[in-house]
């Protein structure tokens, strides 16, 4: 497995950056500041982000930020694109001053999503000091979290990030919406580090470029204060709470501003993979997580 350790931000894309300091500061928890050359850093750990919201006509999901350990981590894994013919493209000064990286490496899976490899992440050493009294969230050699993104090429994605990023399986879904549908699959993947998957990849494709992120906090009374926020901001649920079946995570979820989901919850397994055996799961959850709220909503909304 190459040596991907962890999701360490991602890109998103609004016109009103306004609307996602309200979002980040009073629903989430986290803290913001301007961006080098613009834009705005949402902070939910010692490092200066974890999110970065750039302005742009269109709201949407532009990138996924990955982590490697070190110099010589990031050019063998530029080697084995170079090699396997996949096009990628250096960061520029800009960029990787933005990100807080001493490198960048730009390049697009199959289905054309964006991915920005980088090594040596900048640190200010400051702490976290969350506008909700959110103590933590769980990060450090985890990442952020997750992320699913739409992959309707599928086979070829799953081939791109198995054999040249050097993701695993760590479960599968095939989604059916009726019990003689053909099924949509939904492939679940980690990297080197215990979070029960970094990434997920889903056969179809989705407007936002993003299903869903996810953070995760340390209980379930957390989950519980956050969930009274969204309700007092208004904030439309996605799913009512609830409990996946896979990584046993306890959590909701609720539209950003960038319009796709964000899910929070807390006590996410984390996994010792040499012990552990790739399995396909049936069903969603254990309990809870209604989505049709969410389908509900975005009803109503196009009503009005």
Not at 114 to 133: A, I, K, M, N, Y
Not at 228 to 255: C, E, I
Request: charged share 20%; hydrophobic share 40%.
């Amino acid at each position: 497995m190459t040596d991907i350790r962890s999701l360490s931000y991602f890109v998103a894309q609004i016109e009103n950056l306004d609307a996602w300091r309200q979002y980040a500061e009073d629903v989430l928890g986290m803290m913001t500041s301007p961006a080098p050359g613009g834009g705005l850093y949402l902070k939910m750990d010692e490092r200066p982000f974890r999110m970065l919201i750039v302005e742009g006509p269109q709201a949407c999901y532009l990138a996924s930020g990955w982590e490697l350990s070190g110099e010589r981590a990031f050019e063998a894994l530029l080697a084995r694109l170079a090699k396997a013919d996949v096009p990628y493209e250096l960061g520029d000064a800009v960029i990787c001053e933005q990100r807080g990286v001493q490198a960048l490496a730009i390049v697009r899976d199959p289905a054309g999503n964006r991915h920005e490899l980088t090594w040596g992440h900048r640190s200010d050493c400051q702490p976290f000091v969350s506008p909700q009294g959110v103590p933590r969230f769980l990060t450090g050699d985890m990442g952020l979290g997750h992320t699913v993104l739409p992959a309707p090429r599928f086979d070829e994605c799953r081939a791109f990030y198995r054999d040249l990023l050097g993701f695993e399986v760590s479960d599968v879904f095939n989604f059916r919406a009726a019990p003689d549908a053909p099924p949509v699959r939904i492939h679940f993947l980690h990297c080197a580090n215990p979070r029960h998957h970094s990434l997920a990849i889903a056969e179809y494709d989705v407007p936002s470029k993003c299903v869903h992120v996810m953070v995760e906090v340390e209980n379930m009374t957390e989950v519980g204060r956050a969930l009274d926020r969204v309700t007092a901001h208004g904030v439309p649920l996605s799913a009512t709470l609830g409990q996946h079946l896979n990584d046993r995570m306890t959590s909701f979820y609720v539209k950003t501003p960038s319009g796709f989901d964000l899910e929070y919850g807390c006590g996410g397994l984390q996994v010792d993979w040499d012990e552990h055996s790739a399995f396909e799961f049936t069903r969603v959850s254990l309990w809870g997580h209604d989505f049709s709220v969410g389908r509900q909503a975005a009803a109503q909304g196009e009503v009005q």
